[in-house]
């Protein structure tokens, strides 16, 4: 058995054994076969998942996807972009397909009601809250909070500190001055 024992200026052996970890370390190669596989499987589950749609007015509408349902309609992909179709001009077996009765009408709004008081009223108490507050500062009216008037209280005594060495380096400055003349 041959070791060789490292001196204390032999790099050889450093660079050996970082050589030997950084293949150890090395990834596996992924097979070319199974991302093919992979790729052409994406491809077909998209052309299954395609569509062809006729409206009752007669434009067809070939190869899309349905990216989305609506109250009022469907949202389709299509190779030029997205299309919103109406469930009124789509045929009866199309829009029940799609349940196009199941969801709330456009007209109308849905709120939830929590405490006696919907989220739509909330967020609109909110908005009206803010705005009075952006308000009464552009009209200086304004109250400054805790945090508000910790900030105020450190820029001011960063001013105060500035004129203090000022007026010392001017002291000083002055002092120096009279005993060179």
């Known amino acids: 058995m041959n070791v060789r024992v490292p001196l204390i200026g032999d790099r050889s052996y450093h660079f050996r054994i970082a050589v030997w970890r950084a293949k150890e370390a090395e990834s596996t190669h992924m097979n070319p076969r199974n991302t093919i596989v992979a790729i052409l499987a994406a491809l077909s589950l998209s052309l299954a998942l395609a569509d062809d749609f006729k409206t009752i007015n007669g434009k067809e509408y070939k190869n899309v996807a349905v990216s989305r349902v609506e109250a009022d309609g469907i949202v389709i992909k299509t190779k030029t972009g997205l299309s919103k179709i109406y469930f009124a001009e789509l045929p009866k077996d199309v829009q029940e397909r799609f349940h196009s009765g199941s969801s709330t009408p456009i007209g109308k709004a849905v709120t939830q009601v929590i405490d006696g008081q919907s989220f739509a009223d909330k ?59």
């Open 123 to 181: 967020f609109a108490e909110r908005v009206q809250k803010r705005l009075d507050e952006r308000e009464a500062i552009l009209q200086g009216k304004h109250t400054p909070g805790p945090a508000e008037l910790s900030v105020i209280r450190e820029f001011n005594f960063h001013w105060v500190f500035l004129a203090v060495i000022a007026i010392v380096a001017i002291v000083l400055f002055t002092v120096v001055w009279r005993r060179f003349q």
